[in-house]
């Protein structure tokens, strides 16, 4: 080796060991900071945390073992940040419910800051947050969130949607994309005022960019630790993909309001966006509430948190549907007793189809579709059950720990509506253990509009077909994928039309 080799070596060695010193002098000032009785939990690597422990793993799985050995509320090192999970129905309750003053606030982080701005409703925190979702839930409600006026809209898509699948004859069919198309319609429909044709190739990207950043930015996402990864060369973390897919949904949305802005009335509330523009011009764009960068959060928020989660519940349902033949076809007989055949069934037959209700929960329970819920912030010391849970770090509701607690449900991983019904055949009060949609402060804002879509889709769908799997010899199975949202892995099955 000459001297010029060694030297360069000797530099490069030098560097490396610098940037080494440097990391675990920064991961040690951080470790001093924490006080010493912080949730237990793993002690993790250097550096990285416990991210090894979670990387392509089952981190459902992780999270059950972690309980069994640490109890309901433990620690991890992400990286530099603390995150902890809190488990089980009392624990979850005092936190987001009793003491949701503390519990209720979003940890922030780059993607809020440099995609949302630290706008919208999702993602922000404080007054600014209370704000805007008091504004965004009641000019939902105004345009029938929660109420049987939104009907009409979600059967007009309903009825576009079976028609796609009538169209396959009964032949193997991945439901997939319709159905993300068919429920992203829906959100549409309200906060631009119209729907898309099925067709429409602007419309699709927008729903397949959606469903990608889903499976992107999971739990373990790289961006949440260590948001420098974006400067790295190529994209080993996705968190390039990440971020231009969020800048292409954003310019979508944008165009939109920029639309509405050139042709709102002086008095025609039209849309979600409208009601947005409307107040804009009364407060001026100076107000943070009304501003422009506000209502494309907002909507942006609306379209993430309202489609793939929905479409990801009735592919789950399809899914319970055939593998469960015997309790398909109870549902279909309570649909013909109760409503027939001549007509779609509307919300009016919901009292009187009580197994349909049961059969949904228990969907929602074993789908246990956001098992994670969105992660919350701790803006302070928080004192918690003996323990202190730093300031500034990640708040984990872990919602399958409910999902899967066999001291609620009894054999938890057998599928039976039945578990929610008492002797005499109508709810018994269980299905308000099923956490589908988060608790607290943070409750899902589209609650009302989830299960009516879900009540809806399926009653229809069942009542018109019977869903039988691809082929005799090709299995399905229950194998999920984990990214925001807990989805069934692609399958295709067959719609044979019955009325």
Not at 114 to 141: A, D, P, V, Y
Request: contains cysteine; hydrophobic residues 40%.
């Amino acid at each position: 080796m000459d001297i010029l080799d060694f030297s360069s070596l000797l530099t490069f060695n030098t560097v490396t060991v610098a940037i080494v010193v440097v990391l675990l002098i920064l991961l040690v000032s951080q470790l001093l900071q924490w006080p010493a009785n912080l949730p237990p939990g793993p002690t993790g690597y250097p550096v990285v945390g416990c991210i090894p422990l979670l990387r392509n793993r089952n981190i459902l799985e992780v999270f059950r073992k972690f309980r069994a050995q640490y109890g309901d509320v433990f620690s991890l090192k992400i990286g530099p940040n603390l995150t902890v999970v809190i488990n089980g129905t009392d624990a979850l309750k005092e936190a987001f419910v009793k003491r949701g003053d503390e519990f209720s606030d979003r940890p922030g982080g780059f993607l809020s800051k440099n995609i949302f701005k630290n706008r919208g409703i999702g993602g922000t925190s404080g007054e600014h947050w209370k704000h805007t979702r008091t504004f965004s839930l009641s000019t939902l409600r105004n345009l029938g969130f929660g109420r049987r006026s939104l009907e009409s809209r979600v059967q007009e898509e309903i009825a576009a949607y079976l028609d796609v699948i009538e169209k396959q004859n009964g032949k193997p069919y991945d439901m997939k994309e319709m159905t993300v198309l068919a429920i992203s319609n829906i959100i549409c429909s309200i906060t631009f005022g119209n729907r898309f044709e099925y067709t429409d190739a602007k419309f699709k990207r927008l729903t397949s960019l959606i469903a990608e950043n889903f499976r992107l930015n999971s739990v373990g996402s790289a961006v949440r630790s260590f948001p420098w990864v974006i400067y790295l060369p190529g994209d080993f973390f996705n968190v390039k993909k990440l971020v231009q897919n969020f800048t292409d949904i954003k310019d979508f949305v944008a165009e939109q309001i920029d639309e509405h802005r050139n042709t709102i009335g002086e008095d025609c509330q039209r849309d979600f966006i409208d009601a947005f523009l409307i107040q804009q011009k009364k407060h001026g764009e100076g107000d943070p509430i009304y501003d422009d960068m506000n209502v494309t959060a907002s909507v942006m928020n609306l379209f993430i948190a309202g489609t793939d989660t929905t479409a990801t519940s009735i592919r789950w349902a399809i899914l319970y549907l055939i593998l469960n033949k015997p309790i398909q076809d109870k549902l279909r007989k309570e649909i013909v007793r109760v409503v027939g055949t001549s007509r779609l069934p509307s919300l009016a037959d919901k009292p009187e189809m009580p197994y349909f209700e049961a059969f949904i929960t228990e969907v929602l329970r074993m789908g246990d579709i956001a098992p994670l819920s969105v992660p919350h912030g701790a803006k302070k010391d928080i004192r918690f059950r003996g323990m202190v849970i730093p300031k500034g770090s990640t708040l984990i509701p872990n919602l399958d720990s409910v999902m899967t607690d066999p001291e609620l449900f009894e054999n938890p991983d057998k599928f039976q509506p039945e578990r929610f019904l008492g002797k005499d055949g109508k709810l018994n009060g269980k299905e308000r253990d099923v956490l589908a949609f988060s608790l607290g402060r943070r409750v899902c804002l589209g609650e009302s509009l989830a299960r009516m879509e879900l009540f809806l889709f399926m009653t229809s769908l069942v009542q018109r077909f019977e869903f039988l799997p691809e082929s005799t010899d090709k299995l399905l199975s229950f194998d999920a994928t984990l990214g925001v949202t807990r989805a069934s892995k692609d399958y295709s099955c067959r719609a044979v039309k019955l009325v």
